[in-house]
């Protein structure tokens, strides 16, 4: 007789592995971001994000094509303009290139989910999310004036979803104000509720050419310490009114989605960001990890750890896998 468990009971074989498997991947759990840019005629591969493009407009309809033919139900917009200025104007002009890109999309593939990043660092001079005053201080309300403007200007262009990734103070409830008002009460907010000031955005800032030329971003996005401090912005974010919550970075933050998952019942969005995929892609380069092994692990313990949702530039690679 014996005394001890045999928990392997449930692992002996393929089948019982799979009749007991707790999460699954599915196509309908990720989001693709795209990096579309005035500044290129050609997709143009990022040197820090490898299979990672910043695409013209005119290949939008070859990209979309793959997309929706993989499954992918959601695109996640970011924008480089060719001219950048100290009000980042292009963030919500309505030729913007976000815009343009968000029609085109719509005439495209109307059923396809557009989520509009909606954030001004891609378009200011300076690369801070706002308006700076000379003490290189971004300055709250005016800057939340900045995102309503191009939120307003993206849910008029077609968007199904506004992400406000700036972390200012109020940026969410205020966008959800101005949205009713317009006329865009079915549009969503998906709030970057919580996201840390982390180093994992580094090849991002490359993709969209959005490092602040001074400073840092230190005093909007949460020090990568603080819990509480993120659980905090957390409830503003509920508070005022958004549909879904980001969590951001995703891998080094597992304690941070597995506790938003705790504290509320809207969908929970986690963020696989750039740093995450450029470290993958760089081991699998040289040989040293499995990526198709990993990235599905790694998908998994999102899930496991409370994910809805997963916004992911291995999204087509995965979807691939998974077909
Ligand atoms: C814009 C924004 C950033 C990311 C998404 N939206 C960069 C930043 O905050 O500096 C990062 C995404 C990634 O690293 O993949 N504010």
Known sequence: MTEFKRNRKTRISD?????????????????YPMFISEEVDAPQEIKSMPGTYQIPLNSLPQEIEEI????????????????????GNQAYAKDGIVQRAIRQIKQLAPDLIVIADTCLCEYTDHGHCGHINHEGFLVNDASVELSVRTAVSQAEAGADIIAPSSCLDGVAGEIRQALDAAGYTYTSVMGYSIKFASAFYGPFRDAADSAPKMGNRKTYQIPTSNQREALRELNSDIEEGVDMVIVKPAMAFMDMIYQTRQMTNLPVVVYNVSGEYSMIEAAASNGWISKEQIIIELMLSF?????DLIITYHAKEIAKLIQ
């Open 15 to 31: 089948n019982l592995r799979e009749l007991f498997q707790e999460q699954h991947l599915h196509v309908t759990d990720l989001i």
């Open 68 to 87: 929706q033919s993989l499954g992918i139900k959601a695109v996640l917009l970011f924008g480089i303009p060719k001219v950048k200025d100290a009000e």
């Open 303 to 307: 899930k496991r750890a409370g994910a």
